[in-house]
Nanobody, 122 residues
């Protein structure tokens, strides 16, 4: 059983910064790719950034140059540093991971955090 828990959301002024954290707990064989998504009311869930176990990253155009994803494999954590925040960044942010369970090491499964609210005021 694996759990992902986000933290670090809150209210910030436009132009400000915020860092989100996501911690994995439980039992697994390996954690593969991890990522961050967001969803605003009435919108589809949007993929923002991904990071491989080895540290290779990809970013959505909407956050390139402003957001940075990173991970600490020893701590089983992934982070999202958000700078130069805009009102349009307001959304619920979700942590995601592809995890191979201990009982079936060749099968990757999707795991999601519960979400954390980020509100950017103008």
């Amino acid at each position: 059983q694996v759990q992902l828990v986000e933290s670090g959301g809150g209210l910030v002024q436009a132009g400000g910064s915020l860092r989100l954290s996501c911690a994995a707990s439980g039992r697994w064989f390996s954690i593969n790719d991890m990522g961050w998504y967001r969803q605003a009311p009435g919108n589809e869930r949007e993929l923002l950034a991904t990071i491989t176990r080895g540290g290779s990253t990809n970013y959505a155009d909407s956050v390139k140059g402003r957001f940075t994803i990173s991970r600490d494999n020893a701590k089983n954590m992934v982070y999202l540093q958000m700078n130069s925040l805009k009102p349009e960044d307001t959304a619920v942010y979700y942590c995601h991971a592809m995890i191979a369970p201990a009982y079936d090491t060749s099968s990757l499964r999707n795991y999601w955090g519960q979400g954390t609210q980020v509100t950017v005021s103008s």
